[in-house]
Structures are given as C-alpha cells and as structure tokens.
C-alpha cells in the first residue's frame, strides 16, 4: 500500500465512528501550543550565576546545554524545525537579554531586555507568553519572595512582577497575540509552619498588586499557578491548590493554572479540566510528566497526556485552554526533548480529534455503559499513526523515525562541540 493508500484506509476506518480525520488534521494545525525555553539550558537563564532554587531541580548531565542567547535561539530552530502545529514560545524573565557589561535587576526590566525574543519570535510568526522568575535569585529571603514578611524583599518581587506586566503586554503588542503571564513562587516550608495564614495574606496581597499594574485583559492573560510541595518545601507551599484557585475565582481576568506534576500522584488533571470549564471562561495548563513528584519528565504519548488532550477537544475548549509544556531533563539529548515532548503533546490532540466525542457522550448519556466502555477499547487500535503521518507529511516534516537523525547531526556538529 501506499501512503496515501493507507492514509484513506484509517480515513474511512474513523469515518465510520463519524470521525472526518481531514477536519480533525485542519484543526489541529490552528491550535496554538507555548513552547517553553528553558528546556534548552536546565531552567538556567542569563541573568545569574547562582544555582536553580525555588523547589525545582534538573537532574542529569547531557553535554551540549545552550549558555548563551545565541546558543539557545540556535537550539530552538532545530527543535521548531522538527516540530508540526502552531507554536508560541515561552520565556522567563531571567532570560532578558543585556547588552555587554550591562546588568539590570529582575524589579527594573523593561521590554528593551527583550527586543531579541521579540524579533526571534515575529520573525517565525510566533506569539510569546511569559514568566516573572521567582527563583534563582539572590533577593529571595529566607525561601521566600511575594509572601516575604521582610517588607523590602515583597516589595522588590511585586515591583518584578509589575515589570513583567509591562513586559507581556509589549509582547502582546509587538506580536498580535495575547500573551499568557504565569505567576509561580516556591514560597514554602521545610517543617511544620507555625502560621499558614500570614504568608498566604501576604501573597493574595503581593499578587492583587502586581495585577493593579495596568494592563489590557485582552493582551494580557495573567495567571496563578498552584503546587502541593517541592524540594526542600515539603510541608507547606503558600499557593496552595486552594489558595490559586481561590485567587483566580475571586479575580476578574485572572486565570488559574494547572501544571500536571503539582497534585497528589492519583489525582488527576484530566478530570480537573472540566470541573474548571464549568466556572472559568478561560485556564491555563502546564503539561509536563510526573514521574512518582513533580520531575518534569518529558511528555509522552501516555494515557494521562491523551484524557488531557481529550477533555479539552471534546468540550470544544482548544482556545479556552491555554496550553503550554513545562518540562526540563538535563539527562538526554535536549532539543530531542523538546521535539518528543511537542511531538506528544500534538499527537495528544490529534488522537483527541480522532474520538468520536459525541457518540462517547450519546453512549453514556443512554446509560449503554457497556458498549461505552467496549467502544473506547475498540479505538485504542484504530491506525492513529496513519492519520498522524498525513498530518507530519501536510506540515512537510518526517516521520518520528528519521527526525532523530537530525538532532544525531547536530548534536555532532554543534552540541558536542560546547566545551
Ligand atoms: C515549578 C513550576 C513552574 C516552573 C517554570 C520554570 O514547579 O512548574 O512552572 O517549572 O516556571
Ligand atoms: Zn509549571
């Protein structure tokens, strides 16, 4: 059989489920899908020397990091030029770029430190969100940033977040599409707190501040990111899941955010996603891949990642759902991290377009629960990877197989040459 041979034959296999894998294939390729840049160089950034804090942690030691704006810009066309779909690029704040010999503090950057990012980004047609960087910095007290109780170290990561406001807004502008700004803090606890309240009263107040920054609710999506614990802030974490959904219910144009790795280990985002659906007009994810804690493993083509992609397609959600992927491994080739975890994440959501969502719903709404559940066992060996090939070959890329030799090449000619 030829391709196109076999691209009709799951055609027709899914057009009798009443699935059109043309249409699904279309829209697919409408769907907007933020690519983080710190997969690129461990989460590093250009503005410090110091160590990754903040509860996260990379693990492994890959040669070939990028340690320069150049270095990571060059990495990431590789990994773009290998990835299908509509991307947006994702950056931090500690990823502002200074001018020789010049150093501004992360309370004082201004959308200039960023005219390179901007420039990257217009010029591949992609749109930006952003990230105040509240880790990695020596201006963090005692763990702690928006919940300090020290009054001048709150005030300096508000004043960060404002000019990060600021920032996203000019990246709104310079680009044509809104840009999503993610605030996430390590602020926790080791050991057992002696008051949870006060650091939580001071982050709800640290937060209402930077968002009184003015801004356009259309540019601007800004959003509160939860988690349960991290390394070293096992007992308690400030922004709590109840603490940034309560946040984001109780704040006009503040979006919550829910990054797969930061709930119990059974508990499951994929479920999480229409309960949110029912009472907020827009959210926010952070796909990544826990493996046992939040390790930010790549993202694979795994069942969590495809509920996830379902829930959104199904519901008619795709631009309700701001989606992004957060993941960081230092222990593998990183632009193939990149390109697998995009290439999952896209796969995801084709397979999603490929459910027959309404007969799913039909089946459980007529209480035929067990044709529903003979039925989804039934499209787990459908020819998906037909209909993906067709969607690679439309895009003019290669089959998952050969891209690899690709990144062999460049790792050869490019990573391991970083010494
Ligand atoms: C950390 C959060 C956060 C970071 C990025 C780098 O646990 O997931 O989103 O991964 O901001
Ligand atoms: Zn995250």
Redesign the pocket.
Known sequence: MTTTEKYQYAKEAYGKTGVDTDAAIETLKKIPVSL?C?QGDD?TGFDHEGPLT???QTTGDYPGRARTPEELMADLDKALSLMPGRKKLNL?ASYAIFEKGEHVDRDKLEPRHFEKWVAFAKERNMGLDF?PTFFSHDKIKDGLTLSSPDEATRKFWIEHGKACIRISEYFAKETGMPCVM?I?T?DGMKDIPGDRLGPRMRYKDSIEQILSEPFDKSLVKPCV?S?VF?IGVESYTAGSGEFALSFAATHKGCLPLM?N??YHPTEMVSDKIPALLCFFQEIAL?I?RPVRW?S?HVVLFDDETKEMAKEIIRNDAWNRVYMAL?YFDAGINRISAWVVGFRSWQKALLSALCTPGKMLKQLQDDNRLTELMVMQEELKTYPFGEVWKEYLRQCGLDDDLKWFDQVKEYENEVLLKRV
Do not use: R, Y
Request: charged share 25%.
């Open positions: 983080h710190w989460v903040g509860g996260i931090h990230n993610n996430w390590g990111e988690k991290g990054d790795g930061h952070h990544t939040d930010d957060d």
